[in-house]
């Protein structure tokens, strides 16, 4: 697991004069490392991206601190309860447990590191996450929502194969059902993450002489890398994908320019037509923009999960990729595997996901 490492002196940076700014400076000087490093001094620094999401947090936060007139030094653990209170999710619903840790964990590491800095006496936000992790319908390791059944993942999959159909009617000569199809297949029959499904290119597949499909996932932050195999129909589903894949023209961005740059060349594509002209070298339409974005990803599989609960008569407040990968971590459990078995699948290096899904479906199984 990464560790941040503090390198910034007490009271070196306005924290309660412009807590935006300093944070951002803060930030900036952060490097990570794995747990099982003993060297500090080449550990690199958090990118650009990372810090940039980062600071959405913080500031959202700060926001939120301003229009209730509050500084750092008078924060208390109502105050950041309250403000957890009031993040909202989808529909205007209250925000899940997954969006309060994120927001959390960042505020938590700013107020270690202003505590340990002799800017604040003490932490608050620590209290309110060890009081988080100690109820049970709050728990913020896991929160895994399941589906009505076991049956789920046959009838999402006869979904997917639905709504391919329906894709294809309204788009004869699209690429993107067949990409749709593949997508959603490969999230209920191989359980990886979509950070994983984004990560992937065509070399990480290869088709056997019994049908089958051999996928070696690189893994992400929060998994490691594996060798899972898909059935026949997720197979089928890929293999056309790949070969339609192969006749598209993929553009890059002008941002993708740079001279440390690269062509991506990620299994699924995004479409081109909807990305603003002048952000685009060279293609048009029928153009596709490598690599998918997540959010695009995410909303492919979401529509046949909805579309599925819809058809089992099931009520759930979640919907999203994260509902099929509990789903199928809920099949191997149902099929006798281990916890230990069921968190290499999913490329866990703990067994406590598996086991807080276990104790949802029942002492059964």
Not at 92 to 117: C, D, G, K, Q, W
Not at 124 to 130: F, G, I, K, M, Q
Not at 132 to 138: A, D, Q, S, Y
Not at 256 to 262: A, H, K, P
Request: glycine share 6%; charged share 25%.
């Amino acid at each position: 697991m990464a560790r941040t490492i503090v390198v910034s002196a007490a009271r070196s940076l306005p924290w309660l004069q412009n807590p935006l700014q300093a944070h951002k400076e803060w930030r900036s000087t952060l490097s990570w490392k794995r747990a099982e490093d003993e060297s500090t001094d080449d550990a690199p620094l958090y990118t650009d991206h990372s810090n940039n999401l980062y600071q959405s947090f913080w500031g959202k936060f700060c926001r939120w601190l301003a229009a209730n007139s509050l500084k750092l030094d008078q924060v208390k653990q109502a105050h950041i309860e309250s403000f957890l209170d009031s993040l909202r999710g989808r529909r205007n619903e209250p925000a899940s447990v997954r969006t309060m840790r994120t927001y959390l964990a960042e505020i938590n590491r700013v107020f270690t590191h202003l505590h340990a800095t002799g800017v604040i006496r003490s932490n608050p936000a620590a209290v309110v996450l060890e009081q988080k992790r100690r109820k049970p319908e709050t728990r913020f390791e896991t929160d895994p929502p399941l589906p009505p059944g076991p049956t789920f993942l046959a009838a999402y999959e006869k979904m997917a194969a639905t709504m391919y159909v329906e894709e294809r009617r309204e788009l004869p000569r699209g690429w993107t059902p067949a990409r749709n199809l593949a997508l959603r297949l490969i999230v209920a029959e191989c359980g990886l993450k979509l950070s994983e499904i984004c990560k992937l290119i065509p070399r990480n597949l290869t088709f056997t002489e019994d049908g089958t499909v051999v996928i070696r996932s690189p893994g992400h932050r929060q998994v490691v890398s594996r060798t899972l195999i898909g059935r026949r129909h997720l197979a089928t589903a890929l293999k056309r994908w790949v070969e339609i894949r192969s006749g598209l023209k993929v553009v890059r961005l002008r941002r993708d320019q740079g001279e440390s740059s690269r062509t991506s060349n990620r299994l699924f594509l995004g479409q081109a037509d909807r990305v603003y002209a002048h952000d685009l070298v060279g293609g048009g339409l029928g153009s596709a923009c490598s690599p998918v974005a997540p959010d695009l990803a995410e909303r492919v599989v979401t529509s046949c999960v909805k579309r599925t609960l819809e058809a089992l008569g099931h009520q759930a407040a979640f919907h999203g990729p994260q509902f099929v990968r509990n789903a199928f971590a809920a099949r191997l459990i149902h099929n006798g595997m281990t916890d230990a078995d069921v968190s290499d699948q999913l490329g866990m290096k703990t067994t406590f996901t598996a086991r807080a899904i276990r104790e949802k479906i029942g002492p059964s199984v």
